[in-house]
């Protein structure tokens, strides 16, 4: 068919082809001219709605990319944020762990502790009673 169509277009391109065709001829070469145009106009349309839908097809991916990018940028801030959060919440810890005594600490106190043995100690209110005590008794 192509073959044909292209043959038509060189004969028809040529006037002097053209005057030696008879009107049967001519009315032959439109038809089949007249129809290899209507099959490129019909390619051409086809095409034409192809392309319009791989148009329509990219601007909706694209939207959707974009509304997909929109919503990783959302989640992302908000991780940042938590991460700002808890990264406060050990600064936090870390700066109450130094305030803490150090086992080392808390032994030389226990030492100390098992070495004077303050559940012996008095009160300053039993001390006064063996003062008083001791005055009444010097003095009776």
Known sequence: ????TNAAFEQAAR???RAE????????EINTIAR??????????????KVQI?????LTQQKKLGDDIKINQ?????IKRDIEDIKEKIRLIVKELKLTA????IKV????LDLWEPVNFITRGEAKKMIERAIDEKFK
């Open 21 to 28: 065709m008879g009107s049967s001829e001519s009315t032959a």
């Open 54 to 58: 791989m148009e329509e097809n990219t």
């Open 15 to 17: 006037p002097e082809k």
């Open 36 to 49: 290899a145009v209507k099959i490129i106009e019909d390619k051409y349309y086809n095409l034409r709605k």
């Open 74 to 78: 959302s989640d992302i801030l908000e």
């Open 102 to 105: 150090r086992e080392e600490d």
């Open 1 to 4: 068919m192509a073959e044909q």
């Open 109 to 112: 106190v226990q030492k100390y």
